[in-house]
């Protein structure tokens, strides 16, 4: 007989109480909601990365069309003169004073663009593959040391270039920035 209340005993005492049942799902569930965060959070990242990359890649290809240029072709082919206006422009919380603003933003006309660059900008912050948000291609244009004031931007030594690629990332902006100099050679 005490052998069959052992057994009894035995069998009566296995298994998981209820607490212990409500403690391990609570662990696991902690355990799957970090995971499943971990998965969002990567998501986020790798898209985020995905549109720095392409960024950079305009950025690249921006670069490059101005490296072809010299300092009067820049001046040139953004239609900017000495009747153009210098000012104190700001992009991105950043001002530049004496400069002048060429931006792919809205309606791209043959009067700020006559060589067609800023519409090609911005064909390649709209094109598919990218799908910027609310993106575009700012180009701050600074002539620096006049010889002439009458004639402050044929007779600037050195032309100041800021490449801005800028778009909307959720609720922030994120931007790539770059700069060049080109110099006036006689």
């Known amino acids: 007989m005490q052998q ?4 009894a005993r035995r ?3 296995s298994g998981y109480s209820l607490v212990e049942v409500l403690v391990a799902v609570a662990m696991m569930g902690v355990v799957l909601l970090s995971i499943v965060t971990l998965f969002f959070a990567g998501r986020r990242n790798v898209y985020n990365g995905k549109q720095m990359s392409a ?7 921006v670069l490059e069309d101005l490296s072809l240029m010299s300092a009067i072709d820049i001046l040139d082919n953004f239609n ?4 153009t206006t210098l000012s104190a422009n700001s992009v991105g919380g950043v001002s530049y004073p004496g400069s002048v603003l060429r931006d792919t933003k809205g309606t791209v006309s043959t009067a700020t663009d006559p060589a067609g660059y800023l519409a090609r900008w911005q064909a390649l912050v709209n094109n598919n593959d ?5 993106g575009r291609v700012v180009l701050v244009i600074t002539p620096v040391q006049p010889i002439d004031n009458d004639q402050p931007v044929y007779t600037a030594q050195i032309v100041r ?3 801005i690629v800028e778009w909307k990332e959720g609720v922030r ?3 790539v920035v770059f700069d060049a100099s ?4 006689p």
Do not use: M
């Open 161 to 163: 270039l800021r490449g």
């Open 173 to 175: 902006r994120r931007s």
């Open 182 to 185: 080109k110099l006036q050679r």
């Open 11 to 13: 069998h009566a005492t």
């Open 80 to 83: 900017v003169n000495d009747n």
């Open 4 to 7: 069959s209340e052992r057994g």
């Open 55 to 61: 960024a950079n890649a305009v950025a690249t290809r």
């Open 130 to 134: 990218t799908q910027f948000k609310d």
